[in-house]
């Protein structure tokens, strides 16, 4: 850890109200009372006298966006003085172009510097040479980690810390809104005027016309101000006019907003004010920069997290027809409302409590005043199927980073993903290797866990798979009467060393888990259940169309013949059949796509199904939690590749799973609804799809509970080694 004698310079464009500033603020008043001395340089601004008073010495330094060369070479020289003066031991930039003139100086006079990267905002060209000019980067979420690692900056995860006892329910002062009446329902929407952000208060601001009916008593409180503040004051006025009342209040800059979240039923906003509010035991909505998130409740938290609350990533975008549908369900019931700020609180009081983040970044300060960098961090290799644009493989990776992230230590711990280039012949560098999720009980994959266990490294299966095009043969209970593992020593004793060494081992379905049992594992081989499991969709309002019909979504592609009777061309002839007979009994078609490959034959079916007025010909390739939202407004899907199967189920959507080799049925079997298969090959096949189809259709709700148990335990077996701390 860091000692009393660290003299840390935190560097900003400006001293703004923004969320930017507001983490230095809140982490430096932590840092303060472990003893570290405080400084800033940068910009001036409205939280000028709120950094002095954290005990900040602040020292103003021009801020000029685009200095002309010799102006820049002046302001290098004036952060190089002031870390003299001061004796500046580590440099901590947020903001570029600040951050590169500070980063160079602290260069050339030897001082190591951390690079926190709040968002995907920055210029990239500048952010990268701002983190090369740096010892350590920090990222504020996962999507802005995912987002830098993709253009070559690799950072470590330390989000926004809350300082739990300044951000408390009524523990501020009632804000001053004199014509708000004090039974009033208050929503808050708090945040920086400008870019998206300002589009979203005006979408909120016109929901309201039509809210207002329903929630006469219904008041809307603004905070904040930017660029675009000019044009919401001007849509305020219309409204409170037409309204005949002011309902609407601009408050503008706070820098103290903790009064307007004490006085609100719901607040508005994404990013720290999501938290922040959440701490004062509000319930949030999550709309941000990037797009709609939704009401943030414990069945939300992880994707409101793994979005950061639609900041840097979302499920949607926002309207005023979606926002209207959220306000006025969230607003119905005020006691329930408070109960989701109840659990608000404690979500963030265990996950993102200022003394945790603190910590972390003293120890990140320690690691490189040292020299140390992150060398003495443990690496865990993640193989799987990784680089190709595979939703399926992609989304399970995302599964396995998102436990990583919630419960490995940042400082502590690296994940890789076995990307395209990283090479699977040498896992020397390596303490952990997981195979992950996927069909990787097969060669090559098989064999780099086995160099694992050769060398001795630390071993996970986590709910891998075994898949070939061979035919399986099972009885009514399940359990294969075919031999799938003939004449493969090799393979056998592989596997064999494998279990015994492994640490953790959990397999996709019972199949998998018959295959190695027939291989001699013996009982250390559990299943899992599918990672794509993981995923849980959004808990978003729905917002009914009486006039569209119900739909089907049916994902299609291509496995190059590699299949079940080799024959594609008659899937698609069976598959358009089956999509007609649906459009002729009411429903809608929805074409999906997981795989870039797979469009032409999604293209082919669009053509052969012929009806351009009841079918969507979807060719874009949704993110996991797109596709979970997407899915979710089926009343069924029929699926080609396994993992539009896997996040039906996780969807909650009853599936027909088009089982073309193993892998389809070692899934379907894992969640004891074999009814739900049809093979490739099997004869009338248009007709089974249908009635199949039919069938799921009609026995949705107990379909949709059989998952929901299913997804429960799963989720519970796929944590365990994370719980059980096996890294």
């Given at each position: 850890?860091?000692?009393?004698?660290?003299?840390?310079l935190?560097?900003?464009?400006s001293l703004?109200?923004?969320?930017?500033?507001?983490?230095?603020?809140?982490?430096?008043?932590?840092l303060?009372?472990?003893?570290?001395?405080l400084?800033?340089?940068?910009?001036n601004?409205?939280?000028?006298?709120?950094?002095?008073?954290a005990?900040?010495?602040v020292?103003p330094?021009e801020?000029?966006?685009?200095?002309?060369s010799?102006r820049r070479?002046?302001?290098?020289?004036?952060?190089?003085?002031?870390?003299?003066?001061?004796?500046?031991?580590?440099v901590h930039?947020?903001?570029?172009p600040?951050?590169?003139?500070?980063a160079?100086?602290?260069?050339e006079?030897g001082?190591?510097?951390?690079?926190?990267?709040?968002?995907?905002?920055?210029?990239?060209?500048?952010a990268?040479k701002?983190?090369?000019?740096?010892?350590?980067?920090?990222?504020?979420?996962?999507?802005v980690?995912?987002?830098?690692?993709?253009r070559?900056?690799?950072?470590?995860?330390i989000?926004?810390?809350?300082?739990?006892?300044?951000?408390?329910s009524?523990?501020?002062?009632?804000?001053?809104?004199?014509?708000?009446?004090p039974?009033?329902?208050?929503?808050?929407?708090?945040?920086?005027?400008?870019?998206?952000?300002a589009?979203?208060?005006?979408?909120?601001?016109r929901?309201?016309?039509?809210?207002r009916?329903?929630?006469?008593?219904?008041?809307i409180?603004?905070?904040?101000?930017?660029?675009?503040?000019?044009?919401v004051?001007?849509?305020?006025k219309v409204?409170?006019?037409a309204?005949?009342?002011?309902?609407?209040?601009?408050?503008?800059?706070q820098?103290?907003v903790?009064?307007y979240?004490?006085?609100s039923?719901?607040?508005?906003?994404?990013?720290?004010?999501a938290?922040?509010?959440?701490?004062?035991?509000?319930?949030?909505l999550?709309?941000g920069?990037?797009g709609?998130v939704?009401?943030?409740?414990?069945?939300?938290?992880?994707?409101?997290?793994?979005?950061?609350?639609?900041?840097?990533?979302?499920?949607?975008?926002?309207?005023?027809?979606?926002?209207?549908?959220a306000l006025?369900?969230?607003?119905?019931?005020r006691?329930?409302?408070?109960?989701?700020?109840?659990?608000?609180?404690?979500w963030v009081?265990?996950?993102?409590?200022?003394?945790?983040k603190?910590?972390?970044?003293?120890?990140?300060?320690?690691?490189?005043?040292?020299?140390?960098?992150?060398?003495?961090?443990?690496k865990?290799?993640y193989?799987g199927?990784?680089?190709?644009?595979n939703?399926?493989?992609?989304l399970?990776?995302h599964?396995?980073y998102?436990?990583?992230c919630?419960y490995?230590?940042?400082t502590?711990?690296?994940?890789?993903?076995?990307?395209?280039?990283?090479?699977?012949?040498?896992?020397?560098e390596?303490d952990?290797?997981?195979?992950?999720?996927?069909s990787?009980?097969i060669?090559?994959?098989?064999d780099?866990?086995?160099r694992a266990?050769?060398?001795?490294?630390?071993?996970w299966?986590w709910g891998s798979g075994?898949?070939?095009?061979d035919?399986?043969?099972l009885?009514?209970?399940?359990?294969?009467t075919?031999?799938l593992?003939n004449?493969q020593?090799k393979?056998?004793?592989?596997?064999?060393k494998?279990?015994?060494h492994?640490?953790?081992l959990?397999?996709r379905?019972p199949?998998?888990?018959?295959?190695?049992?027939?291989?001699?594992?013996?009982?250390?081989?559990?299943i899992s259940?599918d990672?794509g499991?993981?995923?849980?969709p959004?808990?978003l309002?729905?917002v009914?169309?009486?006039n569209?019909?119900?739909?089907i979504g049916?994902?299609?592609?291509t496995?190059?013949?590699?299949?079940?009777?080799?024959?594609e061309?008659?899937?698609?002839?069976a598959?358009a059949?089956?999509?007609k007979?649906?459009?002729?009994?009411?429903y809608?078609?929805?074409?999906?796509?997981?795989?870039?490959?797979?469009?032409?034959?999604?293209?082919?079916l669009?053509?052969?199904?012929?009806d351009?007025?009841h079918?969507i010909l979807d060719?874009?390739?949704h993110?996991?939690?797109?596709m979970?939202q997407?899915?979710?407004?089926f009343?069924?899907t029929?699926?080609?590749k396994?993992h539009a199967n896997?996040?039906?189920?996780?969807a909650?959507?009853p599936?027909?799973?088009?089982a073309?080799?193993?892998k389809g049925?070692?899934?379907?079997?894992s969640?004891d609804?074999?009814?739900?298969?049809?093979s490739?090959?099997?004869?009338?096949l248009?007709?089974?799809?249908?009635s199949?189809?039919?069938?799921?259709i009609?026995?949705?709700?107990?379909?949709?509970a059989?998952?929901?148990?299913?997804?429960?335990k799963?989720?519970?077996?796929?944590e365990l080694?994370f719980?059980?701390?096996?890294?």
């Amino acid at each position: 850890m860091t000692s009393s004698n660290d003299r840390i310079l935190m560097v900003l464009d400006s001293l703004r109200t923004g969320g930017t500033e507001t983490y230095v603020l809140s982490m430096g008043k932590a840092l303060r009372k472990k003893g570290v001395q405080l400084f800033y340089a940068g910009g001036n601004g409205p939280f000028y006298q709120e950094f002095v008073d954290a005990g900040f010495l602040v020292e103003p330094i021009e801020s000029a966006r685009e200095p002309l060369s010799a102006r820049r070479q002046h302001l290098i020289e004036c952060y190089r003085a002031c870390m003299k003066k001061h004796r500046i031991t580590i440099v901590h930039v947020h903001q570029t172009p600040s951050g590169f003139l500070a980063a160079t100086a602290a260069n050339e006079l030897g001082i190591p510097v951390v690079f926190t990267l709040h968002g995907t905002y920055y210029p990239k060209d500048e952010a990268i040479k701002v983190a090369q000019l740096c010892s350590a980067v920090i990222s504020v979420s996962k999507p802005v980690q995912l987002f830098w690692q993709k253009r070559g900056v690799k950072t470590t995860l330390i989000s926004n810390g809350i300082d739990m006892e300044e951000f408390q329910s009524g523990s501020a002062s009632r804000a001053d809104v004199p014509s708000l009446p004090p039974d009033a329902t208050v929503v808050t929407y708090v945040s920086r005027l400008a870019w998206q952000k300002a589009t979203v208060c005006n979408m909120v601001l016109r929901a309201t016309k039509t809210l207002r009916n329903e929630i006469p008593n219904l008041h809307i409180v603004v905070v904040g101000s930017g660029a675009q503040a000019i044009h919401v004051h001007e849509l305020a006025k219309v409204l409170n006019k037409a309204a005949g009342q002011p309902y609407i209040h601009i408050v503008g800059e706070q820098t103290d907003v903790r009064p307007y979240y004490a006085i609100s039923d719901l607040v508005i906003g994404t990013g720290r004010v999501a938290l922040e509010a959440m701490a004062c035991g509000k319930p949030v909505l999550a709309i941000g920069n990037h797009g709609y998130v939704g009401l943030v409740e414990p069945s939300s938290y992880e994707l409101a997290w793994d979005c950061y609350f639609g900041d840097h990533s979302s499920v949607q975008k926002p309207s005023p027809s979606l926002i209207d549908s959220a306000l006025r369900q969230a607003c119905s019931d005020r006691s329930q409302l408070k109960e989701i700020g109840g659990h608000g609180r404690v979500w963030v009081q265990n996950h993102f409590h200022i003394t945790q983040k603190c910590a972390s970044l003293l120890t990140i300060y320690a690691q490189i005043k040292n020299g140390g960098g992150t060398t003495n961090m443990k690496k865990v290799l993640y193989v799987g199927w990784l680089g190709f644009n595979n939703l399926g493989d992609e989304l399970m990776w995302h599964a396995f980073y998102n436990l990583s992230c919630k419960y490995l230590d940042p400082t502590q711990y690296k994940v890789i993903p076995s990307l395209p280039g990283v090479d699977l012949k040498d896992v020397s560098e390596y303490d952990t290797v997981v195979l992950g999720g996927g069909s990787l009980l097969i060669p090559g994959y098989v064999d780099v866990a086995y160099r694992a266990v050769e060398q001795k490294k630390n071993l996970w299966v986590w709910g891998s798979g075994f898949d070939s095009q061979d035919r399986v043969e099972l009885d009514s209970s399940g359990r294969m009467t075919s031999k799938l593992i003939n004449g493969q020593d090799k393979m056998s004793h592989m596997l064999q060393k494998i279990t015994e060494h492994a640490t953790f081992l959990g397999v996709r379905g019972p199949i998998t888990l018959q295959y190695l049992q027939q291989a001699g594992v013996g009982e250390k081989a559990a299943i899992s259940g599918d990672p794509g499991m993981l995923l849980l969709p959004a808990s978003l309002p729905i917002v009914v169309d009486k006039n569209k019909r119900p739909t089907i979504g049916i994902n299609w592609g291509t496995s190059y013949n590699r299949i079940y009777g080799k024959n594609e061309t008659a899937v698609e002839d069976a598959l358009a059949h089956a999509a007609k007979k649906l459009i002729q009994a009411g429903y809608d078609i929805h074409l999906l796509t997981m795989w870039g490959p797979d469009r032409e034959a999604i293209k082919r079916l669009y053509k052969k199904i012929n009806d351009p007025a009841h079918t969507i010909l979807d060719l874009e390739l949704h993110d996991h939690t797109q596709m979970l939202q997407l899915m979710k407004g089926f009343q069924a899907t029929i699926n080609f590749k396994l993992h539009a199967n896997v996040l039906s189920a996780a969807a909650g959507v009853p599936f027909v799973c088009l089982a073309y080799r193993i892998k389809g049925i070692d899934f379907a079997y894992s969640l004891d609804l074999p009814e739900l298969i049809v093979s490739t090959d099997e004869p009338r096949l248009g007709e089974r799809i249908l009635s199949c189809t039919w069938e799921a259709i009609a026995r949705k709700d107990q379909i949709t509970a059989k998952l929901a148990a299913s997804q429960k335990k799963m989720i519970e077996n796929l944590e365990l080694p994370f719980i059980q701390g096996l890294l």
